[in-house]
């Protein structure tokens, strides 16, 4: 371990494959001239990685990066202290070293020229600018879902990945599940005909407290950095880290925690990663009934957007399910295609009209997925071979913008035609306006 200390800062991953140029292609992270004479990677060509936001998602994510051999993490960054002190204790007793840097502000991070890659994990209403200083900054990216917190912000995040050509990996990890590639394939392969409707079932429910008293935020949080371009909303321990998804200002409730996965999904069986709906109508967008001044999900919503030909999607939350919904009580996506023969994937399993469908084999000249089933490691293979990640940047816009397009129809009550060529509302043209958020202060969206 005192070897790989001493070389971790000689030469990052990104100089080194660009000084040797190395012809390279997945499924091998890194190619036989990059390793030690061990046969192992060797310390100086490790894909140097960064992680911003440490808590919750990135527990998991790191965790994953970090026992890949070819990785280092080198860099993390958080505006809770206490956490921070965590996360570092982990990646330390992990390399057995005290190398990793620690930083509370992202910008420090990405400026450093050590880090090839970074992980992104932070609350929702952060994505988007930590992103598009990472693009300009050059390094690869792996950001959690939804992409960004609103549509406009997606689409800056969008232009500035394709300007600077890194690899962007959007974390809708059911895309490298086999399940659910299972049953996108039977769809996009046409084993149910022409597709005529989708369901998508997100969670039930939101959250309720009441709170008498907002008190000062602790001193190891910097609470305005937290809010950072959001509006300002006073602190409460209930309302950050994990609750922060309850509060629209820095998440979208259960709809948009699960938009950028079953909804994803719904994109991905139908091909539509670079394209949207025609036209969105919202239903439903009910309060919670309790009492609750801390909070403002929903706990119910329910919106259909219509795509070319014809294909109704309705998203709702599981108890808004119809009657036909193949398992009560599961959330998942489901398929309906031509002469009633349909396919429902969820995490919990797959399920078709007919187990013939389920058990056909795929044509030689049929579509297929890339069988890597570690959505971290589908992130790092492209990392080195400069290919397009199982769930890049654009599917990620546009699996989002389903739950923003939604989320705007249902708080007007009515619905609009969007062109999804120009990412335009066509019939009211006033609310393209806000698709995109103000932000507050100083931080800016240079889209």
């Excluded at 992104?120 to 300009?136: F, G, M, N, S």
């Excluded at 006073?234 to 979208?252: A, I």
């Amino acid at each position: 371990m005192d070897n790989e200390k001493e070389n971790i800062m000689t030469m990052s991953r990104r100089k080194f494959i660009g000084g040797v140029g190395v012809a390279m292609a997945a499924p091998y992270i890194i190619p036989s001239v990059a390793m030690g004479a061990d046969g192992k990677t060797a310390p100086s060509n490790k894909i140097h990685i960064g992680v911003v936001g440490t808590g919750g998602q990135a527990g998991g994510l790191t965790e994953n990066a970090i026992k890949h051999e070819n990785t280092r993490i080198v860099a993390l960054c958080d505006v809770d202290q206490n956490r921070l002190n965590e996360a570092k204790k982990k990646v330390d007793d992990y390399y057995g070293d005290t190398a990793c840097a620690t930083h509370h502000d992202f910008r420090e991070l990405l400026a450093r020229d050590d880090i090839d890659a970074v992980i992104i994990a932070t609350p929702d209403h952060w994505h988007a600018l930590v992103c598009i200083e990472a693009a300009r900054r050059g390094k690869d990216i792996y950001c959690e879902k939804p992409l960004t917190w609103s549509l406009g912000e997606g689409k800056a995040v969008v232009k500035a990945v394709e300007a600077s050509n890194v690899v962007f990996q959007v974390g809708s990890m059911q895309r490298s599940n086999p399940n659910f590639k299972r049953g996108c394939e039977l769809v996009r392969n046409g084993y149910i005909g022409h597709v005529e409707d989708i369901y998508v079932s997100l969670p039930d429910y939101g959250n309720a407290i009441w709170v008498d008293e907002f008190p000062a935020p602790p001193a190891e949080l910097d609470y305005d950095m937290y809010v950072g371009p959001a509006e300002w909303a006073p602190y409460h321990p209930e309302r950050c880290h994990w609750n922060w998804r309850w509060w629209l200002g820095f998440g979208g409730g259960q709809m948009m925690d699960w938009i950028g996965h079953h909804g994803d999904i719904a994109h991905m069986g139908m091909d539509w990663d670079n394209t949207g709906p025609k036209e969105v109508e919202g239903i439903r967008w009910d309060p919670v009934k309790e009492r609750n001044n801390l909070y403002n999900a929903p706990a119910r919503y329910m919106f259909t957007s219509t795509y070319k030909g014809g294909v109704k999607l309705t998203v709702a939350n599981n108890s808004d399910m119809p009657d036909f919904w193949p398992s009560p009580g599961e959330l998942g996506t489901l398929f309906r295609g031509s002469r009633g023969r349909w396919v429902w994937v969820d995490r919990s399993g797959i399920k078709a009209s007919d187990d013939k469908i389920l058990n056909m084999e795929l044509g030689k000249r049929d579509f297929r997925f890339r069988e890597e089933n570690n959505h971290v490691t589908d992130w790092l293979n492209c990392i080195v071979s400069r290919e397009k990640t199982i769930a890049p940047v654009n599917a990620g816009h546009r699996s989002a913008s389903i739950g923003h397009l939604g989320k705007l129809a249902c708080t007007l009550g009515g619905s609009f035609k969007w062109d999804a060529k120009k990412e335009e509302i066509t019939d009211n043209e006033a609310l393209n306006g806000i698709l995109t958020r103000k932000y507050r202060g100083d931080w800016t969206l240079e889209a």
